[in-house]
Structures are given as structure tokens and as C-alpha cells.
Antibody
Framework: EGQLLESGGGLVQPGGSLRLSCAAS????????MSWVRQAPGKGLEWVST???????VYAESVKGRFTISRDNSKNTVSLQMNSLRAGDTAVYYC??????????WGQGTMVTVSS | QSALTQPRSVSGSPGQSVTISCTGT?????????VSWYQQHPGKAPKLMIY???SRPSGVPDRFSGSKSGNTASLTISGLQAEDETDYYC??????????FGGGTKLTVL
């Protein structure tokens, strides 16, 4: 079935940076596009970024130019480098596996809090 | 991309059926056969319930079904059970490897 395990969340000051990681297991990592989806406290889900098998990357307008998604196929990991963080970026960040254009597998999430 | 529109809440009695709507545009819901639905219990990660408008992953009860007409997709839950009470989100592919989610619907089982 596959599993995803996120790490790297925490408390960061506005303007700061944080790097999230997601370790994949139980499926052939190179066969799938991967995404990050976030959820602000008490709010709905928001798609953040996707990286295809080819390495092509796409971002939501709200994070474009500040966030960078990458993948290491040798380690079965996907990362999200977040710079110039704002209070509005405070959320639980989920790593997801994309299959048939749906977010099939979800990690447990990692909390990012941007506050002074 | 604007969020898809879902009702904030729906309710139904045990054994009844409820339908949750998800309205988008011709650039997302209406333009692709790639609408998915997620169930999220409090404090838990979302779970995929429907993909490609009306396909169910293995392990999802056949009480859950999906459909689409024009720019509106729907999730129908038949034979409501107490454990179905939680939040549901729709999601649509919007082209160019972009996805958009709905605002979420809270289902109450009366």
C-alpha cells in the first residue's frame, strides 16, 4: 500500500526558513509524482506543490518564488524548502503520492508554525 | 485558482442517503474527469474515498459513490452510519499539474 513519513516541522519566525522532508516506503517511488498539501488550523486543504517523475515542478501562486520542492530518487524522499515564511504559511503540511490524478497516500503531517 | 465550492454542512439520519456537492468551473471540475473526494476525521490525515469522479479505491465501502454533471461533482453516501460523521473535501485537477480543493463539508449523522 505504501507509507509516507514527514519530518522537519517546527516553530520559525516570520521571514525565516524551514525544510520539510518526506520518506516514502512500500511502493516504487520513481513511478509516482509527489505533492505537498497543507491545512491551516481549523481550515480546509490547500494544494501547495507537485513534482513529477521527470523532476518538473509546479507551485501554487501563494508559495511561488518562496518554496522549492525536490526529490531524491536514490533515497525515496521528497523535500519542501520553505523560505520567506509568513504567518499565513502556518499549517499542517502533508506529503502525498499522486496516482490517477488523485492524492492516494497521505503522510501523518508535520506542523509548521510561523510566529515571533 | 479559486477553491471549489462545497456546502459548509450537510446532515442525515442513519440509514439515509446524503449528497455533497462540489462546484467549480470549466477549467477544473468541468474540464477533466479527475475529481477526487477525501474523508478527514479530526486530527487525522485525509483518506482518499473516490478518484476519477466515480472510482473507489479498494477497501472503501460501496456506500460511497461519485458523479459529475457539468461543473458540479457530487459525493453520495448511502446507508449512513455513525462513523461517516466527519469532514469531506473534493479536489479537482485544473490542468498544468495544478490541483484545487473545495472548502470542505461537515457531515452530521443525526
Amino acid at each position: 500500500e505504501g507509507q509516507l513519513l514527514e519530518s522537519g516541522g517546527g516553530l520559525v519566525q516570520p521571514g525565516g526558513s524551514l525544510r520539510l522532508s518526506c520518506a516514502a516506503s512500500g511502493f516504487t517511488f520513481t513511478n509516482y509524482a509527489m505533492s505537498w498539501v497543507r491545512q491551516a488550523p481549523g481550515k480546509g486543504l490547500e494544494w501547495v506543490s507537485t513534482i513529477l517523475n521527470s523532476g518538473h515542478t509546479v507551485y501554487a501562486e501563494s508559495v511561488k518564488g518562496r518554496f522549492t520542492i525536490s526529490r531524491d530518487n536514490s533515497k525515496n524522499t521528497v523535500s519542501l524548502q520553505m523560505n520567506s515564511l509568513r504567518a499565513g504559511d502556518t499549517a499542517v503540511y502533508y506529503c502525498t503520492q499522486l496516482d490517477y490524478y488523485a492524492h492516494r497516500i497521505w503522510g501523518q503531517g508535520t506542523m509548521v508554525t510561523v510566529s515571533s | 485558482q479559486s477553491a471549489l465550492t462545497q456546502p459548509r454542512s450537510v446532515s442525515g439520519s442513519p440509514g439515509q442517503s446524503v449528497t455533497i456537492s462540489c462546484t467549480g468551473t470549466s477549467s477544473d471540475v468541468g474540464g477533466y474527469h479527475y475529481v477526487s473526494w477525501y474523508q478527514q476525521h479530526p486530527g487525522k490525515a485525509p483518506k482518499l474515498m473516490i478518484y476519477n469522479v466515480n472510482s473507489r479505491p479498494s477497501g472503501v465501502p460501496d456506500r460511497f459513490s461519485g458523479s459529475k454533471s457539468g461543473n458540479t461533482a457530487s459525493l453520495t453516501i448511502s446507508g449512513l452510519q455513525a462513523e461517516d460523521e466527519t469532514d469531506y473535501y473534493c479536489c479537482s485537477y485544473a490542468g498544468n499539474y495544478i490541483w484545487v480543493f473545495g472548502g470542505g463539508t461537515k457531515l452530521t449523522v443525526l
